[in-house]
């Protein structure tokens, strides 16, 4: 028995190295992936050609790929190319020393399906059908920061070599995903084409910056009601911080505006984004979270002070300025982060206000940015009158809260969170359970018996936009592996009951 218990560990000790110490590829974030064995960039998407709306389904002619492939441009570079294979006389095999056949490792998509992905050919080395072998490649890897990735598109295909076969000027080489085979094949033939290109990228960091003040107001009943939009903010800078990869910065502005000049000034707001400003690169990532009221007057009526100006309420500093952020002070804000993707969310009372085209300081005045809001420009937003948390606040916290390893709002699960998946996850979150319970406007408090249509979130995105958010996945953890072991000791338990 104890030699049975020390191998089970060592299966376990062997299957822990394996899948967390061998790592060649890094995710870069925005759809690159980095391979240092090779000293090159692959697109996350094996299917880019399709995806992108090149092609129909993204099979083409030799010729068809590699002009694709050159005149590629993607994440800020124009040097893509297809793979390649050494080549040489035709040699079949399947020990891995030919030049085709199985098991070959000598070439970047081979590399790649055997060492990267770790996927099994049909035939071992030997020649015969190997056990445990799939049709359907694996797509995920351990990345070198100890993340979960998925390529995507990578199905059961033919993909194209850009390396000719030099015994016959039309032919070129291929790798089989199905089988795991290296063979030559008509140019002519529709196959996949899957681009990288030399070198490393620039590594995508993220940086987020959450505002909420506590703010009581005594509504139409005389009851005061508290809005804790510091506290949602606080929910949201921890789970950004704890949860998140290649977080380069996060920083967290709350206060209570109960207290006389209490809250967060829009100057402080200016500040930490003009911190922000001097680290980020136009390969990062900004994500910015304003949480309390909002409307679109400052003095009483609907007059505003500059017309169609919104505005959100983070402190209780002076009336014309301080405490007041409106579109106009945002937009001048974000302005200098023109090529960086700026993910903005405005939890308050008529923040799709800030997005619309009625001034000079509407958002989609910039570029790279999306705005999701939690009200139309001409509706409200509530909260919880228990907790003071908002319900958008509570939709976002739980679309981006990780279960399984993916993020709730990741529909496909494949480990890439996009701008249309979290549109998705906001506007369809389940509130059938509140309808008929009372609510509270954001803001005065004033109460309101819940129907679904009073939950108005909406989205916007400039053209220009990259919507992929944070594209990965946590490892699994520690106590994970140790329940791989018991089972394995469970498993072995049992068949020596039964062999008995």
Not at 8 to 30: E, K, N, P, S
Request: aromatic share 16%; charged share 20%.
């Amino acid at each position: 028995m104890r030699r049975i218990l020390i191998a089970v560990m060592a299966m376990v000790t062997t299957f822990w190295f394996t899948t967390f110490t061998h790592a060649t590829l890094w995710d870069r974030g925005g759809g690159l992936i980095y391979d240092d064995h090779w000293n090159i960039t692959w697109l996350q998407d094996a299917n880019y050609a399709k995806t992108s709306g090149y092609d129909a389904d993204g099979r083409m002619t030799w010729s068809q790929a590699t002009t694709w492939a050159a005149n590629l441009v993607y994440g800020g570079y124009s040097d893509w190319r297809l793979p390649t294979t050494v080549g040489g006389p035709y040699v079949f095999g399947y020990n891995g020393t030919t030049t085709a056949g199985f098991n070959i490792k000598s070439s970047e998509m081979g590399y790649m399906y055997y060492i990267n992905l770790g996927n099994k050919g049909h035939y071992d080395t030997n020649g015969n059908v190997q056990p445990g072998w799939s049709s359907t490649p694996w797509p995920i890897f351990i990345d070198g920061n100890g993340w979960a990735v998925s390529f995507q598109n990578l199905g059961p295909n033919f993909f194209w070599s850009g390396t000719e076969f030099s015994s016959v000027p039309n032919m070129a080489w291929n790798f089989d995903f199905i089988v795991g085979n290296q063979d030559y094949g008509n140019k002519d033939g529709p196959l996949y084409a899957w681009a990288v290109r030399p070198g490393d990228v620039s590594t995508t960091n993220y940086y987020g910056l959450f505002v909420g003040a506590r703010d009581t107001e005594k509504n139409k009943e005389g009851v005061n009601k508290t809005l804790r939009a510091d506290l949602m903010a606080e929910n949201l800078y921890n789970l950004f911080k704890n949860n998140f990869p290649n977080l380069a910065y996060s920083g967290l502005l709350t206060g209570n505006i109960d207290n006389p000049f209490g809250g967060v000034t829009d100057s402080s707001i200016r500040d930490e984004i003009n911190k922000i400003k001097g680290m980020i690169k136009p390969s990062d990532v900004f994500f910015l979270y304003i949480n309390d009221h909002g409307g679109y007057d400052i003095i009483g009526g609907e007059k505003s002070i500059t017309p169609q100006d919104e505005f959100i309420k983070t402190g209780n500093i002076g009336l014309l300025d301080w405490g007041f952020l409106t579109d106009d002070e945002l937009y001048s804000y974000l302005i200098g982060m023109d090529n960086t993707n700026k993910w903005i969310f405005l939890d308050a009372c008529k923040s799709g206000g800030f997005w619309g085209g009625n001034d000079e300081g509407d958002l989609e005045k910039l570029t790279k940015i999306s705005l999701f809001a939690s009200a139309a420009e001409d509706k409200d937003s509530y909260f919880d009158g228990v907790t003071g948390l908002t319900y958008y606040g509570q939709a976002l916290k739980e679309g981006l809260t990780k279960e399984g390893g993916f993020f709730k709002a990741d529909a496909d699960k494949n480990g890439v969170l996009t701008f249309q998946e979290l549109y998705f996850w906001i506007q369809n979150y389940p509130l059938e359970w509140l309808v008929g319970t009372v609510v509270y406007e954001a803001g005065f408090g004033d109460p309101h018996i819940f129907s679904l249509d009073m939950w108005n979130p909406v989205s916007f995105k400039s053209e220009d936009f990259d919507g992929i958010l944070f594209p990965s996945q946590p490892v699994p953890e520690p106590t994970t592996m140790l329940l791989l072991g018991s089972g394995l000791i469970g498993l072995w338990g049992l068949m020596r009951k039964f062999k008995k």
